[in-house]
């Protein structure tokens, strides 16, 4: 069995005869196109052809790509978040739908991708960041269908990545922290704004905390749980599993956590049974967990009430470990803390931070070396003038 194969305007295209159907005595022929160079298809060729002399190859699906990722998203339930599946969901439907949704699941090819992301950035507008989230959702999709035996190829596979932007990193200084903390200090979120500032943690694991898993004692807490976006689910395990840690506390901050603890505990039993006891550090007024968007509208207005830079909540998180890299922190303790897997994820988010840090130690390694060097010279002088 071999293949044919030509080229149509840039692309390559190649046939495969497989033979007479039993069921209408007719020869069966496939054929697929859209590769960038020859060797691309008769790579691919060779693969197909090697499945289907061992009986491993399917026939293309003629469902329409609409219908398969709304089978694809109800498969996915039960696998992956509820705020992921969400985002799937939406991205599906606002994006890959409308464009490419009455395309025969395996008449899709990688020239229809390409261009579908071509519109997407310049008609739609949409960010580097929101189209390989797109490319992303069609390309695991596609290779759940290659499981399913609906297709045979991956043609997410077969075209180059969109290019992301990382979005530039804004911090506070030690400074405009303080102010801001000053600014904050009657909040009934000062806390929150405190642990996010002083702990890194985020915001879900914020609102998340339980008082039960702070050991004021020792001066740590346990990240075990989150809140959800929402705000109306706590679940019993963090972003990741690195997520799951303990983070050391500083005796000022711990101070206003005892405070907070102490606060609940009294609003609990003064409440006569009405008090929602989940037992969180932070919870609302009844007990129940605190409504993210509450907990940003305070964080804007105390902003501009302390006339400090703009920055998101998730960026407290970025100024406490800016603030510790700054001062000489090691990264892999830093990245623990933070609840990264390892110090390169962390180097890389805060890479525009580094050269200034290299600059710092070499001025440090120059005062104490040079220091050092003058200290011999002086001593070696002191010992020759004594010896005459």
Not at 156 to 185: C, D, T
Not at 252 to 280: C, E, H, R
Not at 284 to 293: F, K
Not at 322 to 335: D, H, M, Q, R
């Amino acid at each position: 069995m071999k293949g044919s194969f030509r080229k149509r305007g840039s692309k390559w295209s190649f046939s495969i005869d497989l033979g007479v159907d039993p069921a209408t005595g007719k020869r069966k022929q496939t054929t697929k196109t859209g590769f960038h160079t020859k060797k691309e298809a008769q790579a691919y060729c060779a693969d197909l052809i090697v499945k289907f002399e061992q009986g491993n190859y399917s026939e293309p699906s003629k469902m329409l790509l609409d219908d398969y990722l709304e089978k694809w998203l109800v498969s996915k339930q039960q696998s992956i978040e509820k705020s992921t599946h969400n985002k799937y969901a939406t991205l599906i439907r606002v994006h890959i739908k409308p464009l490419l949704g009455k395309i025969a699941l395996s008449k899709l090819e990688p020239f229809h991708i390409t261009e579908f992301y071509n519109l997407l950035a310049t008609e739609k507008c949409l960010s580097p960041t929101t189209i390989q989230d797109v490319h992303a959702v069609i390309k695991n999709a596609l290779n759940q269908a290659i499981k399913w035996q609906l297709i045979n190829r991956n043609v997410a596979s077969l075209v180059s990545k969109p290019k992301g932007k990382r979005k530039k990193i804004e911090v506070w200084s030690e400074i405009e922290a303080n102010s801001f903390l000053h600014a904050a200090q009657n909040s009934q979120y000062y806390v929150a704004f405190l642990l996010a500032l002083t702990t890194g943690m985020r915001q879900g694991e914020i609102l998340g905390l339980a008082i039960e898993d702070i050991n004021l004692n020792h001066g740590t807490l346990s990240v075990t749980q989150t809140l959800s976006h929402s705000g109306k689910d706590i679940r019993p395990y963090t972003k990741t599993s690195s997520g799951h840690r303990l983070i050391s506390i500083d005796p000022t901050t711990l101070i206003d956590i005892k405070k907070q603890s102490q606060k609940v505990k009294k609003t609990m039993l003064a409440s006569g049974g009405s008090f929602n006891p989940l037992g969180l550090l932070l919870p609302s007024q009844t007990g129940t967990p605190t409504t993210p968007r509450n907990l940003m509208r305070a964080f804007q207005n105390l902003k501009e009430k302390a006339a400090v830079k703009s920055i998101t909540f998730h960026e407290l998180r970025h100024t406490h470990a800016t603030i510790l890299l700054k001062n000489g922190a090691n990264p892999k303790a830093v990245a623990e803390r933070l609840g990264h897997s390892d110090a390169s994820v962390l180097l890389n988010i805060y890479a525009h931070i580094l050269p200034n840090m290299q600059k710092d130690l070499a001025d440090q390694f120059g005062k104490m070396f040079y220091k050092s060097q003058e200290a011999s010279i002086k001593n070696s002088a002191e010992e020759q003038a004594e010896k005459k």
